[in-house]
């Protein structure tokens, strides 16, 4: 079948939208009618090269929602009809980290940057070249074919864009705050960037009881919404938000600092990790450049503050469990998501959305696809 699809030919390069082949499923396969996706800044990271596939060209997204067209033979999780939020994590379910918990690092893992199955088919075709799929999922596409482990059934009476946004920057804010930090009531909290995922960790912080929550961001507009969604105070700086933390704690420092920048720096990490106090915890959760290969810390700091640096990927959680509980959560108004939604795209605007994204207009933006499909968006 035909479908149009944002792909990148190189990197860095810009996304370009065309009509590309794609298959049917194949076995343990489904094929999703894909009616919102969010633009998540992992994604721009492959258009500007911090990040690389393993092959080009290539199609983005992987942060999405939509409707189960078809299945493959095999499948027996999702049927025909079914509202699906994707996820980037394909757990198997049966490899080390699966069976211990911690699926979100499942050995599978490896295919989000290939692009391929794994005998290393593809499902996209543009110009008889195999079309490589972010995370095997591809969401900035009206219709995509991914392996059933990639698609989390969700209730029919939640909105596709609103859902679109739990595939990745909620949960990995979310539980970034909630379990990597393991932040205790009463904590003084910073996060550093309130993007679509800081947004959610700022909620997290919140939810979990911190005496303070500090928000750092350079924009206005984003220091504002955070101090409605649960932060206690904002800043504008890493170094602002430091004293503040120390003003609170009779000048220890931070419990935690979560740094959700979309391309951290050397500096700003050393920065974070400066704003703790002892037994504070550094979450990075960030997805830095692959030539960011080093972190300045003091190591006796480290040792006699007993401090920790904790990497976080999906918030440290699984998406079968993960996606469900969270919209609960939406459902009953105790994490706000709607208002972290900022502009909608169409497909064919991606490139001015991720301009957006870096001029500091959004929170979280998000491709609506409803429209190509005759549908409406699942706001009503």
Same mark, same amino acid.
């Given at each position: 079948?035909?479908?149009?699809?944002?792909?990148?030919?190189?990197?860095?390069?810009?996304?370009?939208?065309?009509?590309?082949?794609?298959?049917?499923?194949?076995?343990?396969?489904?094929?999703?009618?894909?009616?919102?996706?969010?633009?998540?800044?992992?994604?721009?990271?492959?258009?500007?090269?911090?990040?690389?596939?393993? !092959?080009?060209?290539?199609?983005?997204?992987?942060?999405?929602?939509?409707?189960?067209?078809?299945?493959?033979?095999?499948?027996?999780?999702?049927?025909?009809?079914?509202?699906?939020? +994707?996820?980037?994590?394909?757990?198997?379910?049966?490899?080390?980290?699966?069976?211990?918990?911690?699926?979100?690092?499942?050995?599978?893992?490896?295919?989000?940057?290939?692009?391929?199955?794994?005998?290393?088919?593809?499902?996209?075709?543009?110009?008889?070249?195999?079309?490589?799929?972010?995370?095997?999922?591809?969401?900035? !596409?009206?219709?995509?074919?991914?392996?059933?482990?990639?698609?989390?059934?969700?209730?029919?009476?939640?909105?596709?864009? +609103?859902?679109?946004?739990?595939?990745?920057?909620?949960?990995?804010?979310?539980?970034?705050?909630?379990?990597?930090?393991? %932040?205790?009531?009463?904590?003084?909290?910073?996060?550093?960037?309130?993007?679509?995922?800081?947004? !959610?960790?700022?909620?997290?912080?919140?939810?979990?009881?911190?005496?303070?929550?500090?928000?750092?961001?350079?924009?206005?507009?984003?220091?504002?919404?955070?101090?409605?969604?649960?932060?206690?105070?904002?800043?504008?700086?890493?170094?602002?938000?430091?004293?503040?933390?120390?003003?609170? +704690?009779?000048?220890?420092?931070?419990?935690?600092? %979560?740094?959700?920048?979309?391309?951290?720096?050397?500096?700003?990490?050393?920065?974070?990790?400066?704003?703790?106090?002892?037994?504070?915890? =550094?979450?990075?959760?960030?997805?830095?450049?692959?030539?960011?290969?080093?972190?300045?810390?003091?190591?006796?700091?480290?040792?006699?503050?007993?401090?920790?640096?904790?990497?976080?990927?999906?918030?440290?959680?699984?998406?079968?469990?993960?996606?469900?509980?969270?919209?609960?959560?939406?459902?009953?108004?105790? =994490?706000?998501?709607?208002?972290?939604?900022?502009?909608?795209? +169409?497909?064919?605007?991606?490139?001015?959305?991720?301009?957006?994204?870096?001029?500091?207009?959004? %929170?979280?933006?998000?491709?609506?696809?409803?429209?190509?499909?005759?549908?409406? !968006?699942?706001?009503?």
């Amino acid at each position: 079948m035909k479908t149009n699809a944002a792909i990148l030919w190189k990197a860095p390069g810009e996304w370009d939208v065309r009509e590309v082949d794609l298959d049917e499923p194949g076995a343990g396969e489904v094929l999703v009618k894909v009616m919102a996706s969010g633009l998540c800044h992992s994604d721009d990271h492959f258009a500007k090269g911090d990040m690389r596939f393993h !092959s080009y060209p290539a199609c983005g997204g992987h942060e999405g929602a939509g409707i189960i067209e078809a299945v493959g033979p095999g499948v027996t999780r999702v049927k025909p009809g079914d509202h699906v939020v +994707t996820s980037f994590i394909a757990a198997c379910g049966h490899c080390r980290m699966c069976v211990t918990g911690h699926q979100n690092l499942c050995d599978a893992g490896h295919l989000i940057t290939k692009g391929t199955r794994p005998d290393g088919t593809y499902r996209m075709h543009a110009e008889g070249a195999g079309v490589a799929q972010n995370a095997c999922l591809s969401t900035f !596409s009206e219709w995509t074919t991914v392996p059933q482990e990639c698609v989390v059934k969700i209730d029919d009476d939640i909105p596709f864009e +609103t859902a679109s946004i739990v595939g990745c920057a909620v949960p990995t804010g979310w539980g970034s705050a909630t379990r990597a930090a393991d %932040i205790d009531a009463g904590d003084t909290v910073v996060v550093v960037g309130t993007g679509g995922i800081g947004m !959610s960790a700022v909620q997290g912080a919140a939810f979990r009881g911190a005496g303070r929550v500090i928000a750092v961001d350079p924009v206005a507009m984003k220091r504002d919404l955070a101090l409605k969604l649960g932060a206690t105070d904002a800043a504008e700086t890493i170094d602002e938000a430091a004293e503040l933390a120390r003003s609170f +704690t009779n000048g220890q420092g931070a419990d935690s600092v %979560i740094v959700c920048i979309g391309v951290p720096t050397q500096e700003q990490l050393k920065q974070s990790y400066d704003a703790l106090g002892k037994r504070g915890t =550094l979450v990075v959760t960030s997805a830095a450049p692959h030539t960011l290969t080093e972190m300045s810390i003091p190591v006796l700091d480290l040792t006699m503050s007993e401090k920790r640096v904790q990497g976080a990927l999906y918030g440290m959680a699984g998406p079968q469990n993960e996606v469900p509980m969270l919209l609960d959560l939406y459902r009953r108004g105790a =994490l706000r998501l709607d208002e972290m939604i900022t502009t909608r795209y +169409t497909l064919e605007q991606v490139n001015e959305a991720y301009e957006d994204m870096h001029a500091g207009r959004n %929170i979280r933006g998000v491709i609506s696809l409803a429209g190509r499909h005759g549908e409406g !968006s699942g706001d009503e």
